[in-house]
């Protein structure tokens, strides 16, 4: 899926969920303004994983203004990949595998940051609409929710484990009534990929306004020099891993023979 669509996307999203969650008259509403420290991230071999800076402003109608600052919310996430998740069972005293469910879709990366934990700031309904939290994240599968639900959450235990999903409660910082601030943990097992950043403004549980902006992870330098020509030539890159190993296998029995 590509950014431009998952832009747009989102926009019906917010506009399709402001419809149903609220029955009252249309009027003025608040809007948001945002951004990210850096648009493009650069992955080098000696990459140990960085800090993104996401901050904003919200712009308040005059019949808004004063009645309080409302609840923002941040998510960077993807990109969206394959899984096959296979159950581990001891069949005759040995491990073997099992079930397995495929899984279409599966951000590689989720982070979530928000002002207060987002159970406060929304119903459920609309974070589960809106997939606003590592546990509300549905994937595809090719079999039925009853069966795919625990191959799911398995996904997203291992995810949490390996720091790729993460959710922090209290972490967007207000400066103000108008200004907010957050930074999300880039790691350094971080997917390379194109990203989204989304912003999400709610009040009194309604959602108000919601941006996003584009966010890309490229190695860069040698190592992306080596990921392009694997992933463009994958048979030569084989066959020219084989024959470095062997060239370094050579020069080390050179370099330590006894006389």
């Given at each position: ?30 809007s ?23 901050f ?23 990109p ?20 397995a469910?495929?899984?279409?879709r ?111 992870i490229k ?9 392009d020509?694997?992933?463009?030539y ?26």
């Open positions: 899926m590509t950014l431009a669509f998952r832009a747009l996307a989102l926009s019906l999203t917010v506009i399709c969920t402001t419809c149903l969650i609220t029955n009252e008259p249309a009027r003025a509403q608040s948001l303004v945002t951004d990210i420290s850096s648009h493009l991230i650069s992955v080098t071999s000696d990459f140990t994983g960085t800090e993104l800076l996401l904003g402003a919200i712009q308040y109608e005059d019949d808004d203004f004063g009645q309080g600052q409302g609840d923002v919310l941040v998510v960077v996430r993807g969206e990949k394959d899984v096959i998740v296979r159950r581990k069972e001891r069949v005759a005293g040995i491990w073997i595998n099992t079930d469910v495929e899984f279409s599966v951000p590689s990366f989720y982070a979530l940051a928000s002002n207060r934990p987002v159970e406060d700031i929304a119903p459920p309904d609309v974070l589960k609409r809106l997939r606003l939290g590592p546990s509300r994240l549905r994937f595809r599968a090719n079999e039925p929710a009853n069966i795919s639900l625990p191959f799911e959450e398995a996904i997203v235990r291992q995810k949490a484990r390996e720091d790729l999903y993460k959710d922090q409660a209290a972490a967007v910082y207000f400066l103000g009534d108008t200004l907010f601030r957050t930074t999300i943990a880039i790691p350094a097992n971080v997917p390379v990929g194109d990203y989204i950043a989304e912003f999400y403004l709610f009040r009194d549980g309604e959602l108000m306004s919601a941006q996003s902006s584009p966010l890309f190695k860069s330098g040698l190592g992306r020099t080596i990921f020509f694997a992933q463009d994958p048979a030569l890159y084989g066959i020219a891993a084989i024959i470095v190993a062997l060239f370094a296998g050579w020069l080390a029995s050179i370099i330590y023979r006894k006389d």
